[in-house]
């Protein structure tokens, strides 16, 4: 069994997976509900009898499921957005620093004043 996908702390990538695995799994559950009430109709079982309540319970947790489902689902979505969100913000903030290194002295100006001297140790801009 894999381990439990905290809202928090997983990637877009995990949550995709994880929708991925319950639509799966859902499919599955679809199908067998699908066959129980198959062979169920067949024997009209009484309200009160095994195949009924586990149908019931198969109802249940399918619904659950679906629920879950729509909710991780959401939570993709919040988090594609904020991704996208922090890759236009990364973008423009990248652009102002390219922006402002080249209003700035150059690449120059980001060296340390000790590696600002020629070769010989005098400062260029100096002399």
Aim: charge should be negative; glycine fraction near 8%; hydrophobic fraction near 40%.
């Amino acid at each position: 069994m894999r381990e439990p996908i905290s809202r928090d702390s997983a990637s877009p990538r995990e949550l995709a997976e994880a929708t991925r695995r319950l639509d799966s799994a859902l499919e599955r559950l679809e199908a067998a509900c699908a066959a129980k009430v198959s062979t169920a109709t067949r024997g009209a079982p009484d309200q009160g009898s095994p195949v009924a309540l586990e149908l019931a319970a198969l109802e249940s947790d399918r619904a659950r499921l679906a629920a879950e489902l729509d909710v991780t689902r959401a939570r993709e979505a919040e988090l594609e957005a904020a991704a996208a969100a922090a890759s236009q913000a990364l973008g423009r903030a990248a652009a102002e620093v390219r922006a402002a290194l080249g209003e700035g002295e150059g690449e120059d100006a980001l060296k340390p004043d000790n590696e600002k001297t020629g070769g010989d140790g005098v400062n260029e801009e100096a002399a």
